[in-house]
C-alpha cells in the first residue's frame, strides 16, 4: 500500500475507541413530541411559518430560511404543532423551538420512502442546487454550513475537485463509518450528483486508515462510477478538518482567511452526500440523521437513524441507560463537542454523536504554569503558536492576537490536549477568536 | 595669528548667525500652538486615565473640552465621572464657563441569582472569563441573562470598587465607584448599568434583567422579575416601564417611595440605604432579609471618611446604615 497520505502539519493521535463501530444502524422510534430548534445551521436562524395548531406531515416545511447562509426546516414527525416557544439546545441557551406533538407517521405524499436505488440523475445541475436548497441540506460533519451554498462557487471561481469527508477523526464516533458501510451506493449516486452540480469530473472520498472496511467497500464500488477515487489516509487527528482534508488528499494549501474553492476543491461530508442523494432522487428533506451514543460506560453503544427533534434523553434510553458514573453527556466527539446543560436538548442537524463520559475521564486536570515545552506548537496543524495566541487573549491582547493569525485556529483542541501543564488552551483561544471576530466585524462595518 | 582668531571668529559667528535666521523662519512658520489651558485643565482631573469620560485618558478630555469651549462656548455633554462636580466646577472656572452640575453616578449590579437563589445545575470548569462562558452557555444556575460570576467586572475596574462577595457569587460595588463605566463594557450579559447614586445613596432598582416569560425565569430564580406588572401599577410616577417580561425603574422619574418594593411578589426590586420600615405585621421583615446583601456593601466604608470626602451625607446618615445592618442580621 505504500506510505499513507496525510496532512503535512502537527496533528495527533488520541485513542480511538470506536466503541460501536461494529453496531450497524438502528431506527429509532419515533418519539411522542419533538422539539425543532429554529436556529439549526451556521448563519441565520430560520423563520417559523407554521404556528399553534397547525397539522403538519413528515417532510412539510415548517421554517424558511432567514437569509443567505441558512436553510430551510421540514417537520420530521406528522402530528400538530403545540407551541413554539424557546426550549434549551445544545448551545445551552434558550433559544426558538418548534413543538410538534406526534400522531401517526403520516409522509408528504412526493416523498419516495422505498429503498430501491436510482442510479440516474435526471435534474440539471441548477435544478439540483435548487432541490438541495429546498430540502434543507446542511454540511452534517457538525459545521452545519448550508451545502447549497457550497455548491454555488463565487464568479471567477471554479471547482476542479469534489473531496468527500469519509475521515471521521473525532476518537468515539462512528457515525460516517456505519453510513459508508450500510448506504455505499447510495453515496455513490450522490457523489455523483455533487459532482454534476459542480461540474467536476473528479472525486475523492479521504477515508482514516482505521476502516478498513469501508475502505475495501467503497474501493469496490467505486469501479463502477466514472472519476470517483478512494483515498486512505494516515490515521490523525484533525484529518477530517476541510483545510488539512485537502492538503492531506491534493496535497493544495487553503491561504489564510480564504475558503477551499480558492484551491479548487469543494469538501463534502459522507452524510451530506447521502442526504443530497435522498433529497435529488427521493425528493426526501433533511428530517433524520445517523447519531452515534456512545461511552466507555454505556452498556450499548449505538448507532441511531434519529429524526431530528428527538431529545438526547431518548437516545441515551436506547442505548441502556445513562451510566451512573457519568460526567459529561457531549453532543460531538471528545475533541470538538460541546458538553450538553440538559438532556432534553433535542437532537439537531449537526449532532453527530452523544458521547456520554465518566466522571474521572471528563474532569479537568489541575493547571500548572507553561514551561514553554512547545508541544502545542508542534501539534498544531494550521502552524500557529497557542501558548502564545492564549496568553496574549488571557491577558486581553487582542491586537497582538490578530496579528499572531488567530482568526487562522481551526479550534481543533489539538493544544489542549497535547498540553503536559493542562492549560485550557482553546478555552482562551475561543475567546481570543471571539474578540478579535467582533473586533474585525465593527472594523468593516466603519 | 590675529587673522586666523578673525577668521574663525567671524566664521562661527556667520554661521551661527544664518542658522539663527533659518531656525527662527522655520519655527515662526511650523509653530504648533497649544492652548495653555489645556494644560489647566488636564492639572485639574484625576489623572485617572480611566476612560470614564468617552476620551483615551484624561490629556484627550482636556484638549476637547477646551476644544468644546473655544468652538461652542460651553462644554455641555463633557463629564468626567471621576471628578464629578467639584472638579468639574474647576475646569468651569478655568474655561471661565459655567457648568451643570450633573448627578453623581454609580454602578449597579441587576443580577440577584446568588447561589441560593438560582441553585447550580451544571458545573462550569472552562477558563475563568464570562466573556468566555457567555459565548459557551447559559450558565450553572440556568438563567441565560443573569451573572456569569467569573469576575470580568471586578478585572475591568480601576478603582477597586467591585468585587466578588464569595458566598453569594455575585459582584458587589463598594463607595469607590467613580462610574467610569468599564465594568458596564466588560459585562457580557449587560448586567451592570450605571444609575444615580441617589440622596444619601438612596437607590431603588431592580435586580434582574431576565427577559424570559415569568414561568421561564421563576424556574430558574426563585428571584426573578416576572414581568406581573404590579409595580408599574402601584407606581404613581409612570417611572416604570415593562419590555419583554422586565420591570425598569427610571431613575430621573423615581421619587424613591418605594411603593414598587412592597408590592414585588418575587423581591425582585431592591431598595439600598433606606431607614428600615416600620415593622408592618406581614411584609416587613420579609423585606429586610432580601436587602440584606445589598446593605452589607456599607460596612466596608467607615463613616468618618465619608464625611472627610465632602459627602452631602450627614453623620446621622452612616449610623442609620448600622443600625439596618443590625437588623438584617438579626
Known amino acids: ?446 | 595669528m590675529d587673522n586666523i582668531i578673525v577668521i574663525a571668529v567671524l566664521a562661527l559667528g556667520g554661521l551661527g548667525l544664518i542658522a539663527a535666521v533659518v531656525l527662527f523662519f522655520i519655527a515662526s512658520k511650523f509653530r504648533v500652538f497649544e492652548d495653555p489651558k489645556i494644560d489647566e485643565v488636564e492639572e485639574a482631573l484625576p489623572s485617572a486615565n480611566c476612560g470614564g469620560c468617552g476620551y483615551p485618558g484624561c490629556r484627550a478630555f482636556a484638549e476637547a473640552t477646551v476644544k468644546s469651549a473655544k468652538e461652542n462656548k460651553s462644554i455641555e455633554g463633557l463629564n468626567c465621572p471621576v471628578g464629578g462636580n467639584d472638579v468639574m466646577q474647576t475646569v468651569g472656572n478655568i474655561l471661565g464657563l459655567a457648568v451643570d452640575a450633573t448627578d453623581p453616578m454609580i454602578a449597579v449590579v441587576r443580577c440577584n441569582g446568588s447561589f441560593a437563589h438560582t441553585p447550580a445545575k451544571v458545573k462550569y470548569e472552562g477558563a475563568t472569563s464570562c466573556a468566555f462562558a457567555h459565548a459557551l452557555y447559559g450558565g450553572e444556575g440556568g438563567c441565560q441573562y443573569g451573572c456569569l460570576g467569573l469576575g470580568d467586572c471586578v478585572a475591568a475596574c480601576n478603582f477597586d470598587a467591585i468585587h466578588m462577595n464569595p458566598e453569594t457569587g455575585l459582584p458587589e460595588v463598594n463607595d469607590k465607584c467613580t462610574a467610569c463605566n468599564a465594568c458596564v463594557i466588560a459585562c457580557p450579559r449587560d448586567i451592570i448599568e450605571l444609575r444615580k447614586r441617589g440622596p444619601k445613596d438612596k437607590r431603588i432598582f431592580v435586580s434582574c434583567v431576565n427577559m424570559e416569560k415569568g414561568a421561564a425565569a421563576k424556574k430558574n430564580c426563585e428571584v426573578a422579575c416576572i414581568g406581573c406588572s404590579l409595580c408599574q401599577k402601584a407606581c404613581a410616577f409612570d417611572a416604570i416601564t415593562i419590555t419583554n417580561f422586565l420591570a425598569y425603574i427610571d431613575f430621573n422619574k423615581c421619587t424613591l417611595c418605594r411603593k414598587c418594593v412592597e408590592v414585588c411578589p418575587t423581591n425582585a426590586i431592591h431598595e439600598i440605604n433606606f431607614k428600615p420600615r416600620k415593622p408592618k405585621p406581614e411584609s416587613a421583615p420579609e423585606k429586610t432579609v432580601v436587602r440584606k446583601s445589598e446593605t452589607v456593601e456599607k460596612e466596608a466604608v467607615p463613616a468618618k471618611e465619608q464625611i472627610e470626602k465632602g459627602d452631602t451625607k450627614a453623620p446621622d446618615a452612616t449610623t442609620e446604615v448600622k443600625e439596618d445592618i443590625k437588623v438584617t442580621k438579626e
Open chain 1, 1 to 446: 500500500m505504500g506510505i499513507l497520505k496525510t496532512f503535512a502539519l502537527g496533528g495527533v493521535h488520541p485513542e480511538e475507541n470506536k466503541l460501536s463501530s461494529h453496531a450497524a444502524i438502528e431506527v429509532l422510534p419515533v418519539p411522542k413530541q419533538v422539539i425543532v430548534p429554529l436556529g439549526q445551521n451556521l448563519g441565520a436562524p430560520s423563520k417559523a411559518i407554521v404556528k399553534k395548531g397547525d397539522k403538519v406531515k413528515v417532510g412539510q416545511l415548517i421554517a424558511e430560511a432567514g437569509g443567505f447562509i441558512s436553510a430551510n426546516i421540514h417537520s420530521p414527525v406528522s402530528g400538530t404543532v403545540l407551541k413554539i416557544d424557546p426550549a434549551i439546545d445544545s448551545t445551552g441557551y434558550r433559544r426558538p423551538c418548534v413543538f410538534i406533538t406526534v400522531e401517526g407517521d403520516e409522509w408528504d405524499e412526493n416523498i419516495d420512502k422505498t429503498d430501491t436505488l436510482i442510479p440516474e440523475i435526471a435534474l440539471t445541475p441548477e435544478e439540483i442546487v435548487n432541490r438541495i436548497k429546498s430540502a434543507g441540506i446542511v454540511g452534517l460533519g457538525g459545521a452545519t454550513f448550508p451545502t447549497s451554498v457550497k455548491l454555488m462557487p463565487p464568479p471567477g471561481k471554479t471547482a476542479e475537485f469534489l473531496i468527500i469527508n469519509g475521515v471521521e477523526c473525532e476518537p468515539y464516533l462512528t457515525s460516517d463509518h456505519r453510513v459508508m458501510l450500510e448506504k455505499g451506493q447510495e453515496i455513490m449516486v450522490g457523489i455523483q450528483i455533487l459532482m454534476k452540480a459542480l461540474k467536476v469530473e473528479k472525486a475523492f472520498i479521504g477515508i482514516e486508515n482505521n476502516k478498513k472496511d469501508a475502505i475495501t467497500y467503497l474501493s469496490e464500488l467505486s469501479q463502477s462510477y466514472q472519476g470517483i477515487e478512494v483515498v486512505p489516509l494516515k490515521v490523525q487527528y484533525p484529518q477530517g478538518g476541510e483545510k488539512q482534508l485537502i492538503k492531506a488528499v491534493v496535497n493544495r494549501e487553503v491561504p489564510s482567511g480564504k475558503l477551499p474553492i480558492e484551491v479548487g476543491c469543494v469538501v463534502q461530508n459522507v452524510g451530506t452526500a447521502l442526504a443530497v442523494y435522498e433529497a435529488v432522487q427521493k425528493n426526501k428533506p433533511l428530517i433524520e440523521r445517523v447519531v452515534t451514543v456512545t461511552g466507555k460506560g454505556v452498556k450499548k453503544p449505538s448507532n441511531f437513524l434519529v429524526r431530528i427533534g428527538t431529545p438526547v434523553e431518548q437516545l441515551i434510553e436506547a442505548a441502556e441507560g445513562l451510566p451512573e458514573n457519568t460526567g459529561k453527556v457531549i453532543s460531538g466527539g471528545p475533541m470538538m463537542g460541546k458538553s450538553l446543560t440538559s438532556l432534553d436538548a433535542p437532537v439537531v442537524k449537526g449532532t453527530s454523536g452523544i458521547l456520554i463520559m465518566e466522571k474521572e475521564e471528563s474532569g479537568r486536570k489541575t493547571e500548572s504554569p507553561c514551561i514553554r515545552c512547545s508541544k502545542c506548537t508542534y501539534v498544531c496543524p494550521m502552524g500557529l503558536e497557542p501558548f502564545l495566541l492564549a496568553k496574549a487573549a488571557k491577558l486581553g491582547k487582542f491586537e497582538m492576537a490578530e496579528n499572531e493569525m488567530i482568526m487562522d485556529c481551526i479550534e481543533c483542541g489539538s493544544c489542549q490536549y497535547t498540553c503536559p501543564a493542562n492549560i485550557p488552551l482553546l478555552d482562551y483561544l475561543r475567546l481570543g477568536k471571539l474578540k478579535v471576530g467582533q473586533a474585525i466585524r465593527n472594523r468593516n462595518k466603519k
